[in-house]
């Protein structure tokens, strides 16, 4: 299987199976389109444009690709190989929030249920479990979450420091990560999370404007003017280490890319701004008809990030990223994120979820930190998603970059893991296509 596209005067085409890309000629582009190459009667049609000898030549070096599999390589039966073992968790270290964000997934903090904090004694029942669950992983990772999990930072120091006690014992390394609103960053706070945080996510929307719209006070005051100065500080101490400027465009701010700008100009340079999932019926929410509008966003952004990228202005776009050269092996990009089998999510009652996002849904408890993972039917459910399995995916040129989308999204949306969040899915391919395009435009130093 492959996938032709093109970008301005730039022409590419991709191959699924094994993840190889090529960047062509146009000629080439014509010939892949609608496979003309196959069909004389097709390949014809282009004698005009080029020329009997220059359309031959381009087909013989077309069938070289194939004959040295670099094009239309055959389908990989991907083997689970790979022991399952729990490696990452998301600790919601509070189920309350100091901000009312409109959009939030979490019902602001609460997840549908009763405020509660992570105890100190929940939260290393926790850790005792990821380290009995994790095999001979070494390397652990943990986000703080929440709610706003600044609002239990006595309890995030209580646990550092425990998780670091148990590395040696364990032959383990924990890397631990927070994501805050902001609102309760200070010079003690900030000092402390860039002394033992390896990455860290602000969550600000963009321009002033965009973030009040959604991530409103309880009060209903301007939420921006409350955050802006503690990340501004935040990030001027945090120095080379990692985070992200986290946003969540909607449909309200369809032109998305001023709020990347926006970012990028007030000194941000680690951003990702992603699309709100919600329901359809919701004013806020990303529908089909905002597709085009949004593509060509991203078409602006990605032209506003090569620019930037020729000057001191360089950042990072966290879906720009992509891994071209390496990555994960086939069977993990075949199966995602690990929901439930790698990955899990814990309540401040001890109460195990495949993932944050399903927090509050009890209906997908997989047991506690007490007794550990005791719903296997569940986490099977989990286990045997593949995107090879799922009906709309198998045929899709992006499956292996997306691994089939977020299994939350596709079960809100279709209540089923093999149906993927279509709007999502559209987004993804975009996104993925602009990608190939700025590591091309990047290699050629334009």
Same mark, same amino acid.
């Given at each position: 299987m492959i996938h032709v596209f093109n970008i301005k005067d730039m022409y590419f085409v991709t191959d699924t199976n094994s993840g190889l890309v090529h960047a062509v000629e146009e000629i080439i582009y014509d010939l892949l389109k609608d496979e003309k190459f196959k069909d004389e009667n097709k390949s014809r049609l282009l004698h005009k444009k080029y020329g009997k000898e220059t359309v031959e030549e381009a087909i013989g070096e !077309?069938?070289?690709?194939?004959?040295?599999?670099?094009?239309?390589? /055959?389908?990989?039966?991907?083997?689970?190989?790979?022991?399952?073992?729990?490696?990452?968790? =998301?600790?919601?270290?509070?189920?309350?929030?100091?901000?009312?964000?409109?959009?939030?997934?979490?019902?602001?903090?609460?997840?549908? @249920?009763?405020?509660?904090? $992570?105890? $100190?004694?929940?939260?290393?029942?926790?850790?005792?479990?990821?380290?009995?669950?994790? @095999?001979? /992983?070494?390397?652990?990772?943990? +986000?703080f979450f929440g709610g706003e999990p600044l609002m239990n930072f006595d309890t995030i120091?209580?646990?550092?420091?425990?998780?670091?006690?148990?590395?040696?014992?364990?032959?383990?390394?924990?890397?631990?990560?927070?994501?805050?609103?902001?609102?309760? *960053?200070?010079?003690?706070?900030?000092?402390?999370?860039?002394?033992?945080? +390896?990455?860290?996510?602000?969550? !600000? +929307?963009g321009r002033k404007e965009t973030n009040d719209r959604m991530r409103k006070t309880h009060n209903f005051k301007s939420s921006y003017d409350l955050v802006i100065n503690n990340f501004k500080n935040f990030v001027k101490k945090r120095g080379n280490k990692d985070y992200f400027a986290r946003g969540t465009y909607t449909s309200y701010n369809l032109d998305f890319s001023e709020d990347v700008k926006h970012l990028r100009e007030l000194g941000f340079d680690k951003i990702s701004v992603e699309p709100v999932v919600a329901n359809p019926e919701e004013k806020y929410a990303i529908k089909e008809e905002h $597709?085009?509008? $949004?593509?060509?966003?991203?078409?602006?952004?990605?032209?506003?990030? !090569?620019?930037?990228?020729?000057?001191? /202005?360089?950042?990072?776009?966290?879906?720009?990223?992509?891994?071209?050269?390496?990555?994960?092996?086939?069977?993990? /990009?075949?199966?995602?994120?690990?929901?439930?089998?790698?990955?899990?999510a814990v309540t401040p009652k001890g109460e195990l979820y495949p993932c944050h996002q399903f927090v509050g849904m009890e209906e997908f408890i997989i047991g506690n930190v007490t007794e550990g993972i005791t719903n296997r039917d569940m986490v099977n459910k989990f286990k045997n998603v593949s995107v090879n399995e799922?009906?709309?995916?198998?045929?899709?040129?992006?499956?292996?970059?997306?691994?089939?989308? =977020?299994?939350?999204?596709?079960?809100?949306?279709?209540?089923?893991? +093999?149906?993927?969040?279509?709007?999502?899915?559209? *987004?993804?391919?975009k996104r993925i296509e602009l990608s190939i395009y700025i590591k091309a435009m990047e290699k050629i130093g334009q």
């Open positions: !077309i069938n070289y690709l194939i004959e040295n599999d670099m094009l239309y390589t /055959r389908e990989i039966n991907a083997v689970n190989k790979i022991k399952p073992a729990i490696k990452a968790m =998301c600790l919601n270290m509070t189920h309350d929030c100091n901000l009312s964000c409109e959009y939030c997934f979490a019902s602001q903090g609460t997840y549908k @249920g009763e405020k509660g904090f $992570l105890s $100190l004694e929940t939260g290393k029942k926790a850790f005792d479990f990821l380290v009995k669950s994790s @095999g001979n /992983r070494r390397n652990l990772e943990v +986000d120091k209580g646990l550092i420091e425990y998780g670091r006690s148990l590395e040696k014992d364990y032959n383990k390394h924990f890397r631990f990560t927070i994501t805050t609103n902001g609102v309760l *960053l200070n010079d003690e706070k900030i000092d402390y999370i860039n002394e033992n945080m +390896d990455n860290v996510v602000l969550s !600000i +929307d $597709l085009d509008i $949004l593509k060509k966003e991203y078409e602006k952004l990605a032209e506003y990030y !090569i620019e930037c990228s020729k000057t001191n /202005r360089k950042f990072q776009f966290f879906h720009f990223n992509i891994e071209l050269d390496g990555g994960p092996c086939i069977y993990k /990009r075949s199966i995602g994120c690990g929901a439930g089998t790698e990955y899990v799922k009906p709309v995916c198998i045929d899709c040129w992006a499956k292996y970059y997306c691994s089939g989308g =977020c299994h939350a999204n596709a079960y809100n949306f279709n209540k089923s893991f +093999d149906i993927p969040y279509d709007v999502g899915c559209q *987004l993804e391919k």
